[in-house]
């Protein structure tokens, strides 16, 4: 059976990634007047920019071409490509709307707004709905009722990889899940307001940074996956970044009502 610990660690981590920037954005909705169709920007802007046409890239360099398949096959290649691709399409995706769609939305509130919905249903479509299946998983597996549930539509071999997987992964990495996405929520709130500034005081210079710590904030978790970095290693780096990108996020609405001295 699952453990009532790791079920206990799949329902926080579906919190963190579900619940918390629904909260966070209702409160912030309250507080700061956010806007609902600038959240809705910046949810749109990562379903376009990063789940459609950074993967369509993605299918080609790494799958469909065998030259750049090849070229990528080495880890500095591949951590290199894979964190720069994602900077380039999610900071320009953000670049883009600000400039041309959202003209009329250049506040802080506006950028905390884009920030919560970019990186919420970033959140819920890669944490949330995971988390969630774990979790019908392993009380199907507890009533022993699994393999019927998937019978017919999911391979013998594959119900008994889900099987493995949650009997025997610890509750604590089922709780990281969570925690990564709260940390690259603050990531993606801070680099809304990064751009948006750089929007706002015509100075390109900044989505060019907001390029780069994107690419950083995303170097450790490629170097996961080629297994060049541990688990405890890579959550560490991350919430180092997590922890700047906050001060930068605090400091924020400081450098916007600054600049809206000045233009008044």
Do not use: C
């Not at 990528?72 to 999610?90: H, K, M, N, P, R």
């Not at 998937?150 to 089922?174: D, M, Q, R, W």
């Amino acid at each position: 059976m699952v453990s009532t610990f790791s079920i206990a660690a799949m329902v926080a981590a579906a919190t963190l990634s579900i619940l918390l920037p629904i909260i966070l954005f209702f409160y912030y909705r309250r507080k700061e007047q956010l806007s609902l169709k600038v959240a809705f920007a910046g949810m749109a802007t990562f379903i376009i920019f990063a789940m459609i046409l950074e993967r369509i890239l993605h299918t080609y360099l790494l799958t469909i071409n065998p030259t750049t398949q090849q070229w990528l096959s080495g880890t500095a290649a591949y951590v290199l490509y894979g964190s720069l691709a994602a900077g380039l399409f999610e900071e320009g995706g953000r670049f883009l709307v600000f400039r041309f769609l959202l003209k009329s939305r250049r506040s802080w509130s506006d950028g905390l707004a884009f920030g919560l919905g970019h990186g919420g249903i970033e959140a819920i479509l890669l944490g949330g709905t995971t988390t969630i299946q774990n979790i019908i998983f392993a009380l199907s597996l507890n009533a022993g009722t699994l393999e019927q549930s998937l019978a017919g539509t999911v391979p013998p071999e594959i119900i008994a990889g889900i099987k493995a997987t949650l009997l025997t992964t610890s509750p604590f990495l089922f709780l990281v899940s969570g925690v990564e996405r709260m940390m690259a929520l603050i990531m993606q709130i801070s680099l809304s307001l990064l751009v948006l500034y750089g929007v706002r005081t015509e100075r390109i210079r900044y989505l060019f940074w907001a390029i780069g710590l994107h690419a950083l904030f995303d170097i450790p978790a490629g170097l996961f996956q080629k297994q060049v970095l541990g688990l405890m290693s890579t959550e560490a780096i991350l919430a180092v970044f997590a922890i700047l990108l906050l001060l930068l996020l605090r400091k924020g609405k400081h450098y916007f009502t600054d600049e809206a001295e000045k233009i008044h």
